[in-house]
């Protein structure tokens, strides 16, 4: 805290804005705990308050569906046609010809090691018996990826050519990021139907915006003397943009064909849960339901080694300009095609390979072995977690300390006690200058003891205020209390609540520990050298497979859901903070080296300062990406937003799906225009 924010015993006066916001917070959750047996509004927002907000969306966009429907189907049925191609094209491919093809596209962006990268990545996939499914699915990436790509590329170009629009379509685009990727599904199904197309639209419409994005950001970036020299040789704006401006901005834009194909590949397998075909996201979806988790694990790493694939050869293409021996290239496809014919009447069936069956019984075995094994210690794992942890985050000390669990159960007199430790706390830090963090623990002994689930409503709409109003001024406060409104008055608010519950345990959570994890990878390149391949791993993993080892070895619950959460979520945190902890400036360095600083110094007082703005953007990413996964943590027992997206999909409410998923949005929002407001009020005080 810095020194114009410190209270001394004579100034108590003069309150900074951060002392008085937490100083009014915490004087309306007393407020609202001292009068809720009088006015027990002022803690649940009566149900006769609430708008049929979702009735009234559902209803309008049911009006508006149906009248696009006919053009919908229509264009459902055209591109029918290109992914029926694509289908029969790879499946009637013989496989030692697409490995060959693989093998040499890898050898001509990588060399040796992209090229073994492919054959052995496709040969797993040929062994694990999964051949034609996984060709259905690359059927549906080759011809979603271009339809993104296309529409990403237009609205990128046309930001850039229309500075009007520009705040508009990044206003879009934020919101794309942040509504769950279920919520796109529940009025695709009802306008283009059940199948394999609605996935191929979904994934267009999910992968376009990191298209969008880059091209934006490529055309930005464009040096000014080169659009000077295109406006002197006379050219066209046609022209220069074609000609000059995007072969200039090349490198950004491939980084966004990297980041689509990803995306459509992770969309991919989440619409399969309405495509119903015969893809590798069904086959992982069919086998988590009934329980065979050795072939949802074979089938997850299928999907994990296309995903590794797609970025290894994506990315190269974009940050690589080295290509190697066309003459290997060629030499590789004539082998794969000479090979194929030799073998032709004795060629088997792709789908007839099942060498790795065996490995997936093993898999099988092993897991009722080890948790018959292990099952008292991996339930007391999970019970006291949930016990001790997750429930009094949930519903508080005073309903979550119970008889049966802690022994003993949670009396009035232990939350006075707890509040007049806390105030006791909370005064010591005053005296001693730091008043705002004394009152902040005060607020957060209040929210352990009511639990996050049972908080009043004014609290939550003055602690979020209160804020927004220190992270980026009156702004973002009026915005974040007037988006709050809107979930509070629709009736989402306890799902909400939930969905912050768990979101934020597992925010905490990766915080921690990423943390932890990237500090010492700073200190230490031989750790670094560990954590990075596991971290390039889980970033390649999509979604729906983090939830197949969490089901493995817990099964089906809360915690489970919060374990897949926080490892698809920690990754950006480790990144973050060792990227900002081993960027300090060499002439930092040096003065607090020449100065006789220790190495604890150094790291306290010079590189953890300096790094504050990047772990903060770290965190960003956290949030934004464990939001991302609590809609697909829904599908293994998850409460809140995420489950009622879910279960509006199963009933195509696109009302419900709609409204569910603009409030997750409305809390991604919210936390994202937070979180990057301290982060520039930090990069602000350092001079940045």
């Excluded at 220190?470 to 809107?486: D, E, H, N, Y």
Aim: glycine content about 10%.
């Amino acid at each position: 805290m810095s020194a114009d924010e410190q209270l001394t015993p004579h100034a108590l006066t003069h309150l900074t804005r951060g002392t008085q916001v937490a100083l009014i917070t915490l004087l309306v959750g007393a407020l609202c705990l001292v009068l809720e047996p009088l006015v027990p509004w002022l803690v649940i927002w009566p149900a006769e308050w609430v708008l049929p907000a979702t009735d009234w969306v559902g209803a309008g966009l049911k009006w508006f569906l149906e009248g696009i429907k006919p053009v919908a189907r229509l264009f459902s049925e055209l591109m029918r046609y290109p992914m029926n191609w694509a289908n029969a094209a790879l499946g009637a491919t013989p496989w030692p010809i697409v490995i060959g093809l693989v093998t040499a596209l890898g050898w001509y962006i990588g060399g040796l090691p992209m090229a073994a990268l492919g054959f052995l990545g496709l040969s797993f996939v040929l062994s694990s018996g999964y051949w034609p499914q996984s060709m259905n699915t690359l059927a549906l990436v080759a011809v979603s990826v271009p339809l993104a790509l296309i529409l990403g590329g237009a609205i990128g170009i046309l930001a850039n050519e229309v500075p009007r629009v520009k705040s508009v379509v990044q206003a879009v685009l934020d919101v794309m990021q942040t509504v769950p990727t279920f919520a796109y599904l529940t009025p695709l199904l009802l306008l283009f139907g059940f199948g394999p197309v609605v996935g191929l639209i979904a994934s267009a419409i999910y992968a376009a915006p990191p298209m969008a994005r880059n091209v934006m950001l490529g055309l930005e970036r464009v040096e000014p003397e080169i659009k000077e020299a295109a406006i002197m040789s006379g050219g066209t704006r046609f022209q220069q943009l074609f000609q000059v401006e995007i072969p200039s901005a090349t490198t950004q834009i491939m980084i966004g064909v990297n980041q689509c194909l990803m995306a459509a590949l992770s969309m991919v397998i989440i619409a399969a849960v309405i495509g119903g075909f015969n893809d590798i996201g069904w086959e992982v979806l069919l086998t988590m339901r009934k329980a065979q988790f050795g072939e949802a694990l074979l089938a997850g790493m299928v999907i994990v080694v296309f995903a590794v694939i797609i970025d290894r050869m994506s990315g190269a293409l974009a940050t690589e300009r080295k290509r190697h021996d066309r003459r290997v290239v060629w030499a590789l496809v004539a082998f794969g095609v000479v090979f194929t014919a030799l073998f032709w009447s004795s060629l088997p069936n792709a789908s007839e390979f099942t060498l790795m069956d065996p490995v997936a019984g093993a898999v099988d075995s092993g897991l009722t072995a080890f948790t018959q094994a292990n099952g008292p210690w991996l339930d007391a794992l999970k019970n006291n977690s949930m016990f001790y942890v997750l429930l009094p985050l949930r519903i508080g000390l005073d309903q979550a300390v119970l008889p049966f669990t802690w022994g003993f159960a949670w009396t009035p007199a232990m939350s006075y006690g707890l509040f007049a430790a806390g105030a006791v706390i909370a005064a010591l830090m005053a005296w001693r200058g730091h008043a705002t963090g004394g009152l902040m623990v005060l607020i957060g002994i209040g929210m352990l003891e009511t639990g996050i689930a049972n908080l009043p409503w004014p609290f939550v709409l003055s602690g979020t205020a209160a804020l927004g109003w220190v992270a980026g001024g009156r702004k973002l406060a009026l915005m974040s209390v007037i988006l709050l409104s809107t979930i509070l008055v629709s009736g989402l608010w306890e799902r909400a609540l939930l969905s912050l519950y768990l979101s934020g345990a597992a925010v905490f959570a990766c915080a921690v520990v990423g943390g932890a994890i990237g500090l010492l990878s700073a200190v230490s390149e031989t750790a670094w050298k560990i954590v990075r391949p596991i971290c390039d791993m889980l970033q390649t993993i999509p979604l729906f497979v983090f939830l197949i080892p969490v089901l493995m070895v817990f099964q089906i619950g809360e915690f489970s859901a919060f374990l897949a959460i926080c490892a698809y979520a920690v990754v950006p945190m480790i990144r973050y903070t060792r990227h900002g902890l081993v960027n300090t400036p060499d002439e930092m360095m040096e003065a607090a080296i020449s100065s006789g600083a220790t190495e604890w110094q150094i790291l306290r007082d010079i590189r953890a300062p300096y790094a504050a703005p990047t772990i903060l953007l770290g965190l960003n990413q956290t949030i934004l990406y464990a939001f991302a996964m609590l809609v697909i943590a829904a599908l293994i027992g998850t409460t809140g937003l995420g489950q009622s997206i879910y279960l509006a999909l199963g009933q195509a409410d696109v009302g419900l799906g709609i409204s569910a998923g603009a409030a997750m949005a409305i809390l991604a929002l919210i936390a994202d225009r937070m979180v990057q407001g301290f982060a520039e009020e930090r990069r602000q005080a350092l001079g940045l």
